[in-house]
């Protein structure tokens, strides 16, 4: 299993995966397309995957522009394994290490996402577009994460 940022040319892969989630499914995948994906992860932010045997099993992006979360999803087949944990410590270290900014993110209510995401250390702040949960994390919040 190998963690590294992720390319142009692991956009397709990550459709893949983010098209096989269980929870947060997009209701039509053409919303997010290539091109997106492309722009959150070469301008607007970074991205990182997990690969298996040169398959992508999992991702993150991370928007510095919006000071948001775009993406963590990992293989319905892959979870629970620490994939998602990795991706996500692996994401905020690098944005923290940009901007001191808070940042957020929105999921679903009553998934293993939300539970995940409260589990890290995310704090509810209000609700975000069609019901969502809306996350934020603080600097000094990670911080002290780290360190229990």
């Known amino acids: 299993m190998t963690f590294r940022e992720a390319t142009i040319n692991d956009v397709g892969q990550l459709q893949v995966v983010r098209n096989l989630v269980k929870e947060n499914v997009l209701s039509d995948p053409s919303i997010v397309s290539d091109k997106d994906c492309e722009e959150y992860i070469m301008q607007r932010g970074k991205g990182w995957v ?19 979360i775009w993406a963590l999803f990992v293989h319905p087949e892959f979870e629970q394994k620490g994939i998602g944990k990795k991706l996500h410590d692996i994401m905020l270290a690098w944005y923290f290490n940009h901007t001191k900014e808070t940042v957020w993110l929105g999921t679903a209510p009553n ?10 250390g995310w704090k509810q702040v209000g609700t975000y577009g069609k019901g969502e949960i809306k996350f934020e994390m603080n600097y000094d919040d990670w911080k002290n994460n780290l360190a229990e």
């Open 50 to 68: 997990c690969e298996i045997d040169n398959t992508i099993i999992g991702f993150a992006i991370a928007d510095l522009k919006e000071k948001n």
């Open 111 to 120: 998934t293993r996402a939300e539970k995940f995401y409260r589990k890290a």
